[in-house]
Nanobody, 123 residues
Framework: VQLQASGGGLVQAGGSLRLSCAAS????????MGWFRQAPGKEREFVAA????????YYADSVKGRFTIFRDNAKNTVYLQMNSLKPEDTAVYYC?????????????????WGQGTQVTVSS
Protein backbone atom coordinates (compact mmCIF):
# COMPACT_ATOMS: atom_id res chain seq x y z
CA VAL A 1 0.00 0.00 0.00
CA GLN A 2 1.30 3.44 -0.95
CA LEU A 3 -0.18 6.50 0.73
CA GLN A 4 -0.32 10.09 -0.50
CA ALA A 5 -1.47 12.74 1.96
CA SER A 6 -2.67 16.15 0.87
CA GLY A 7 -4.80 19.08 1.96
CA GLY A 8 -2.53 20.78 4.45
CA GLY A 9 -1.96 24.50 4.49
CA LEU A 10 -2.03 27.70 6.49
CA VAL A 11 -5.26 28.60 8.27
CA GLN A 12 -6.28 31.01 11.00
CA ALA A 13 -7.34 29.78 14.41
CA GLY A 14 -10.96 28.72 14.33
CA GLY A 15 -10.76 27.73 10.70
CA SER A 16 -11.10 24.36 9.01
CA LEU A 17 -9.10 22.06 6.76
CA ARG A 18 -9.77 18.68 5.26
CA LEU A 19 -6.87 16.31 4.80
CA SER A 20 -7.01 13.48 2.31
CA CYS A 21 -4.97 10.31 2.11
CA ALA A 22 -5.16 8.46 -1.18
CA ALA A 23 -4.06 4.85 -1.10
CA SER A 24 -2.94 2.57 -3.87
CA UNK A 25 -3.13 -1.16 -3.57
CA UNK A 26 -5.83 -3.75 -3.41
CA UNK A 27 -5.86 -4.09 0.37
CA UNK A 28 -7.00 -0.58 1.29
CA UNK A 29 -10.63 -1.56 1.87
CA UNK A 30 -9.55 -4.14 4.45
CA UNK A 31 -7.06 -1.89 6.24
CA UNK A 32 -7.45 0.00 9.46
CA MET A 33 -6.28 3.58 8.91
CA GLY A 34 -4.97 6.32 11.15
CA TRP A 35 -3.78 9.89 11.26
CA PHE A 36 -0.81 10.98 13.34
CA ARG A 37 0.95 14.31 13.69
CA GLN A 38 4.36 15.58 14.69
CA ALA A 39 5.11 19.11 15.81
CA PRO A 40 8.67 20.53 15.79
CA GLY A 41 10.67 19.18 18.69
CA LYS A 42 7.93 16.77 19.73
CA GLU A 43 7.27 13.09 19.27
CA ARG A 44 4.77 11.79 16.77
CA GLU A 45 1.34 11.53 18.36
CA PHE A 46 -1.89 9.78 17.55
CA VAL A 47 -4.77 11.88 16.21
CA ALA A 48 -7.53 9.59 14.92
CA ALA A 49 -8.13 6.10 13.57
CA UNK A 50 -10.82 4.24 11.69
CA UNK A 51 -11.60 0.58 11.08
CA UNK A 52 -11.73 -0.96 7.64
CA UNK A 53 -15.49 -0.51 7.32
CA UNK A 54 -15.62 2.95 8.83
CA UNK A 55 -17.98 1.76 11.55
CA UNK A 56 -15.48 2.25 14.33
CA UNK A 57 -13.47 5.40 15.01
CA TYR A 58 -11.25 6.65 17.79
CA TYR A 59 -9.84 10.08 18.61
CA ALA A 60 -7.19 11.61 20.78
CA ASP A 61 -8.72 13.65 23.58
CA SER A 62 -7.09 16.79 22.21
CA VAL A 63 -9.09 16.63 18.97
CA LYS A 64 -12.30 14.95 20.06
CA GLY A 65 -15.32 16.96 19.00
CA ARG A 66 -13.30 19.03 16.52
CA PHE A 67 -11.87 16.45 14.11
CA THR A 68 -13.67 13.73 12.17
CA ILE A 69 -12.08 10.78 10.41
CA PHE A 70 -13.98 9.04 7.64
CA ARG A 71 -13.23 6.98 4.57
CA ASP A 72 -14.49 6.21 1.11
CA ASN A 73 -13.37 2.72 0.17
CA ALA A 74 -14.65 3.13 -3.38
CA LYS A 75 -12.13 5.97 -3.78
CA ASN A 76 -9.38 4.34 -1.69
CA THR A 77 -9.25 7.51 0.38
CA VAL A 78 -9.38 8.36 4.06
CA TYR A 79 -10.10 11.88 5.23
CA LEU A 80 -9.55 13.99 8.30
CA GLN A 81 -11.95 16.89 8.65
CA MET A 82 -10.46 19.41 11.06
CA ASN A 83 -12.68 22.15 12.48
CA SER A 84 -12.11 24.80 15.13
CA LEU A 85 -8.39 24.59 14.56
CA LYS A 86 -6.03 25.85 17.23
CA PRO A 87 -2.39 26.96 17.01
CA GLU A 88 -1.42 23.83 18.95
CA ASP A 89 -2.73 21.74 16.04
CA THR A 90 0.22 22.96 13.98
CA ALA A 91 2.20 19.93 12.86
CA VAL A 92 3.04 17.66 9.99
CA TYR A 93 0.15 15.23 9.62
CA TYR A 94 0.76 11.67 8.49
CA CYS A 95 -1.68 9.01 7.39
CA UNK A 96 -0.92 5.38 8.04
CA UNK A 97 -2.37 2.00 7.13
CA UNK A 98 -2.42 -1.33 8.89
CA UNK A 99 -2.33 -4.79 7.39
CA UNK A 100 -5.29 -5.69 9.62
CA UNK A 101 -8.86 -4.43 9.71
CA UNK A 102 -9.06 -2.77 13.12
CA UNK A 103 -7.96 0.63 14.25
CA UNK A 104 -5.08 1.35 16.63
CA UNK A 105 -3.67 4.37 18.42
CA UNK A 106 -0.17 2.92 18.45
CA UNK A 107 2.17 4.06 15.69
CA UNK A 108 4.20 0.84 15.73
CA UNK A 109 1.08 -1.14 14.80
CA UNK A 110 0.89 0.60 11.43
CA UNK A 111 2.69 -0.92 8.46
CA UNK A 112 2.57 1.82 5.81
CA TRP A 113 3.06 5.57 6.09
CA GLY A 114 2.44 8.53 3.84
CA GLN A 115 4.88 11.38 3.36
CA GLY A 116 3.07 13.91 5.57
CA THR A 117 1.34 17.20 4.92
CA GLN A 118 2.03 20.42 6.82
CA VAL A 119 -0.77 22.09 8.76
CA THR A 120 -0.07 25.53 10.21
CA VAL A 121 -2.62 27.33 12.35
CA SER A 122 -1.96 31.00 13.04
CA SER A 123 -3.27 32.79 16.11
Amino acid sequence: VQLQASGGGLVQAGGSLRLSCAASGRTFSSSGMGWFRQAPGKEREFVAAISWSGDSTYYADSVKGRFTIFRDNAKNTVYLQMNSLKPEDTAVYYCAARKTTGWSRKAYEYDYWGQGTQVTVSS
